[in-house]
């Protein structure tokens, strides 16, 4: 299971790279504890559009366990007008997926997390900032 992780706003790659596990940030961020989010990503852009983007890794995985890659524009942009069926149905489906496969969220849990996901890409809209996920699994 990842250790720790975060979804965060930032206003580019280069800003973004500065985020970590041992790094203090400013930016708006959601956490991911205990999912693999470069699973989770490709499976919620899937269910809430019917398409899967490739992940584009601003900082590549290596022996350390750490990664941060950007969130696809069009999961951001879908999760920004997303409604609460929606964003339930897509929940109830991936903690379904996530549990056949031997990980475990709840469906409590996995709303939860995409409707704070939902409200964090609304904030990305606003500010015009770009969505980042930084996680670190050892």
């Known amino acids: 299971m990842v250790l720790v992780g975060e979804f965060f706003l930032a206003e580019d790659d280069e800003s ?3 985020v970590g596990p041992r790094k203090s940030h400013d930016f708006p961020a959601v956490l991911c504890d205990g999912i693999y989010p470069d699973d989770a990503v490709p499976r919620w852009e899937s269910l809430l559009t019917g398409a899967e983007s490739p992940l584009r890794y601003v900082v590549p995985m290596a022996n350390d366990g750490f990664t941060v890659f950007a969130v696809p524009q069009t999961l951001s942009t879908t999760l920004a007008s997303a409604g609460t ?3 339930r149905t897509t929940a109830l489906t991936w903690a379904e997926t996530v549990s056949e496969m031997g990980d475990e969220i709840g469906p409590d849990s996995a709303l939860d997390l995409l409707e704070r996901l ?15 996920c930084w996680y670190f699994a050892p």
Request: aromatic share 4%.
């Open 16 to 18: 973004a790279v500065r």
């Open 85 to 87: 069926d929606q964003l």
């Open 118 to 132: 939902s409200a964090l890409a609304v904030s990305h809209a606003e500010q015009g900032l770009s969505l980042y």
